[in-house]
Each structure stands twice: as C-alpha cells, then as structure tokens.
C-alpha cells in the first residue's frame, strides 16, 4: 500500500470511529508510530483529521476531553523517563530556583531531581510537592489556589498572582499540544492561565513534551513556539518536524 493510500484509508476510519490511536493505526497498516504520526501530521495539514494526545478525531470534532493525570501517566512512559532524564541537564547551578509545572513527564523529572544539587523549587502540583517534600537539598515552596481534580494542580488568580511576583532562572513546562501554528496549549482555560504566568516569570522556558504531542492543538494557547528556549522530546519525532520546530525558537533536545 502506497502511503497516500494507507493515508486515505486512516482518514476513513478517522471519520467511522469518531477517534483513532497511532497504536492502533501501527497495528492495522504493519507500520511503526513513528510512520503513523507522520501520516497523522500530513492528514491533519490537510484539514482531514485533528490530532489529539496519542492519536486522532475527526477535524470537524469540536469535543475535548481531557484525559485524567493517572490516564496519562501510563501513556508512552519509556519516551517521558527518557525525556525527563535529558532534561536534569538544563537544570540551573547549585542555589538556582526553577518552576516546575504539572504534568506526567514534569512528575518523573521531579522524582529524577539529584539529592545533591541544592534547589529553590516553586511548584503549583501537588504530585510534584509531594516527591520532593522529604528532599533536604530543595528548599520546596507550594502555590495557592484551587486544585482540579483532573490534573491535581492548583489553578486560579491566587495562583496566578503568586507566579506573577516571581522570577525564576528556569520553568520547565509540560503540554498537551504542540504544534507549529498553535505553539503550546492545554484544554483548560484556567491551567493555560498558569502555564503562561510560568512562562512570564522565568528567565528560561524548559518544555519537556514525548513526540505523541507533536501536531496537536488543545483549545487553548499558553505560549508560542519563540517563547520557548529548550523543548526535550524523544526520537519519535519526525526529522521534518525537529527542523520546523527549532525554525520556530527553540534549541530542540532529543534523548
């Protein structure tokens, strides 16, 4: 089968099931993700499906569920303890302060943090406070507000205000959608709200995203592709998209 062919045909079941994962699409065509992630990224150029974290829903789908922080966890966890391990060497030197955002791959690099490195470290995740409470090298401080239930992460004007008064040598970021018209986004207005506040007060904008993100767009934006320094990825990425994406800003990482 010809790859436009086997494109077509993703398409098609796109439409019929309302929703296609790259696994499932690796399985029926006997290719790898990485092909089907490329496949992905040219039907959604073309306006024929809209990626989604991990796979694919129809382009005319206006729903967006987001997936709970336990779901996502559990997702490409070999590309995201890769990730997190090459992203301890942005890390600032001894007594430097940094922000460390929810998500998945941001709670396993917290987890990876070096016992002799001392760190301020300001973090609005309760998971993260929670790995790095015992560590006696990180001086940990725990931003207000309301955490959500889905990404257990406080989020609101509390939270807000509290990143806005700070500055920090370096933000490391989690994101549900990558992309080189959208940039960095998330479903959640109140979440976008917090990740573009981090991005403000640091001197540095770590991303760490795994190459499923690559090609997504969630509702909405927090930062643009040039609002960021370093984006740590896996070899999943496609060698096209590693050029576009440091064509936009930022030094791209691959561990």
Known sequence: MYAEERQQAIAQLVTEHGRLSVAAIAAQFDVTTETARRDLSVLERMGLVRRVHG????????????????????????EKDLIAKAA?????????TVLLDAGSTT?????????????????HAVPVAARLVSHPQI???????RVRTTTQAAVGADTVAAIGALRVDIAFLGTNGLSLTHGLSTP????????RAMVAAARTVVCLADSSKAGSEAAV???A???VDVLVTDSGLAPADRT??????PEVVVA
Request: aromatic share 4%; proline share 6%; charged share 25%.
């Open 55 to 78: 796979g694919a829903v129809p382009a005319s789908s206006l729903a967006v569920i987001e997936s709970g922080l336990g779901e996502r966890d559990r997702a490409n966890t070999e």
């Open 139 to 145: 001086e940990l401080h725990l931003l207000p507000g």
């Open 244 to 249: 576009a994406f440091a064509s936009a800003g």
């Open 188 to 195: 959640d207005h109140d979440e976008a709200a917090a990740k």
């Open 107 to 123: 709670g396993r690099f917290a987890s990876l943090l070096p016992r002799d490195h001392r760190l301020t470290v300001v973090t």
């Open 88 to 96: 301890l060497e942005q890390l600032p030197p001894a007594g430097g």
């Open 225 to 227: 592709l040039d609002e």
């Open 221 to 223: 934006r927090f930062a």
